[in-house]
Nanobody
Framework: QVQLVESGGGLVQAGGSLRLSCAAS????????MGWFRQAPGKEREFLAA?????????DYADSVKGRFTISRDDAKNMVFLQMNTLEPEDTAVYYC?????????????????????WGQGTQVTVSS
């Protein structure tokens, strides 16, 4: 079992930055692939970024955030982060971190919310114009 708690959301002006954090419980955190998703009102949950397990720590990004968002993890502290730069009003949503089995890294499984087993409660990000 893994429990996830996101933090770091808030209100920011367009062009600004935020850093989201996700704290995980459980001794097996390092064995999970981790992902960030978001969901805006009336829209489906959207893949943003994912990071594989140690030692590769490979990263994958949705085209909509590539070059603006950076995912990272600190296995020693059971944390995963999402650095978000150059934020736009279209980035307004509830942001979720998720943990999935390491084998979801193959193919495009890491991009599907259905393949993640554990989810946080979400943190609201609002970008004003």
């Amino acid at each position: 079992q893994v429990q996830l708690v996101e933090s770091g959301g808030g209100l920011v002006q367009a062009g600004g930055s935020l850093r989201l954090s996700c704290a995980a419980s459980g001794r097996t955190f390092s064995s999970y692939a981790m992902g960030w998703f978001r969901q805006a009102p009336g829209k489906e949950r959207e893949f943003l970024a994912a990071i594989s397990t140690w030692p590769a720590h490979s990263r994958d990004y949705a085209d909509s955030v590539k070059g603006r968002f950076t995912i990272s993890r600190d296995d020693a502290k059971n944390m995963v982060f999402l650095q978000m730069n150059t934020l736009e009003p279209e980035d307004t949503a509830v942001y979720y971190c998720a943990a999935g089995r390491s084998d979801i890294w193959s193919g495009n499984e890491r991009r599907s919310a259905d393949n993640y087993d554990y989810w946080g409660q979400g943190t609201q990000v609002t970008v004003s114009s």
